[in-house]
């Protein structure tokens, strides 16, 4: 059974980092490529970045919102994927999912706020 | 980068309505397209993929279609379960996403 469980969430000041996990079971984590997605509260989904295999040399990609700020990573000896949020701002509080490529299954969440 | 609309944004039905949910891409994304539901405090569950594919163990009362630019999420008969919202995602435009703003199904 595939399972993506996100972990890592919090309070932050705004300026401020954080690390996400998502860590994968099920499948073979270290072919498939790996999605992050947020979502604010009572707003929809947005695609945040994604990573692609060692095949396609982990090939990053991020929306405008977050690039420069957002790095993703990951570690196919532990089956997880990585979001280090930079410089934090009010407006990236939200729930951040991960999912991976085909987009079928999603961790149930982690919440990310950025407040004073 | 291709912009994703959805409509309507919300909509009013009763326990065995049909419903229809339409996504328009701003350009063609071949059938590079899922629909989402997602029920307060959960994660998107997938109904459809490929644009008219049916998600395995999802109720056949949900049905995609569309190609291209135009793409269409029915549910035939609603049920109880069925009120959350729903969104379109394409994934054609490498290495974006685009998810549409989503449509809130409510009980009349």
């Known amino acids: 059974e595939v399972q993506l469980v996100e972990s890592g969430g919090g309070l932050v000041q705004p300026g401020g980092s954080l690390k996400l996990s998502c860590a994968a079971s099920g499948f073979t984590f270290s072919g498939s490529a790996m999605h992050w997605v947020r979502q604010a509260s009572g707003k929809g989904l947005e695609w945040v970045g994604r990573?692609?295999?060692?095949?396609?040399?982990?090939?990053?990609a991020y929306a405008a919102s977050v690039k420069g700020r957002f790095t993703i990573s990951r570690d196919d000896s532990k089956n997880t994927a990585y979001l280090q949020m930079n410089s934090l701002k009010t407006e990236d509080t939200a729930v951040y999912y991960c999912?991976?490529?085909?987009?079928?299954?999603w961790g149930q969440g982690t919440l990310v706020t950025v407040s004073s | 980068d291709i912009q994703m609309t959805q409509s309507p944004s919300s909509l009013s039905a009763s326990v065995g309505d049909r419903v229809t949910i339409t996504c328009r891409a701003s350009q063609g994304i071949r059938n590079d397209l899922g629909w989402y539901q997602q029920k307060p405090g959960k994660a998107p569950k997938r109904l459809i993929y490929a644009a008219s594919s049916l998600q395995s163990g999802v109720p056949s009362r949900f049905s995609g279609s569309g190609s291209g630019t135009e793409f269409t999420l029915t549910i035939s008969s609603l049920q109880p379960e069925d009120f959350a919202t729903y969104y379109c995602l394409q994934h054609n435009s490498y290495p974006l996403w685009t998810f549409g703003q989503g449509t809130k199904v409510e009980i009349k």
């Open positions: 990573i692609r295999s060692k095949a396609n040399s982990y090939a990053t």
């Open positions: 999912t991976r490529f085909p987009p079928d299954y």
